[in-house]
């Protein structure tokens, strides 16, 4: 891990983390309001009960959380857990009614909390993209040396 992505990391995981724990120790309304937020977005999850959904959703924020956090997991690795954990988050946001302002893809003040997780879009893609490119560096490197 270099040293610059450190603070992108460490900032986001330790969100992701505390979110995940929060949700963890979910009461039933909490359960079911976001269940009922989900299933919009996600007609699949439908099929799973309320208080199982928001614990999964749980373990899968912590287990995100985690790999930012933990500098064994590559940084192409973790940059991939963030943008599809991400983008399942600005997927709610482009299908939930109410989000977005009407044609625009500019939030309503109910849009705002979950449109902000763009931001965690473009982290997990830059994570992605260095830790490419150092790979693609290296091998450029190995060629040469051969």
Known sequence: MKLREVPLRCTTGAYILHAGWEKWHADEERAQALHAMATTAYPAVKRLPPTEFTRLLAAGEMATGSALLLPLVPTATAGLVLSAFAGGLLGLYARVPGMRREGSVW????????????????????LVLDGAGRRLAASRLRRRAA
């Open 107 to 126: 939030p309503t003040p109910q849009g705002t909390a979950v449109s902000k997780d763009v931001w965690m879009l473009g982290i997990g893609l830059g």
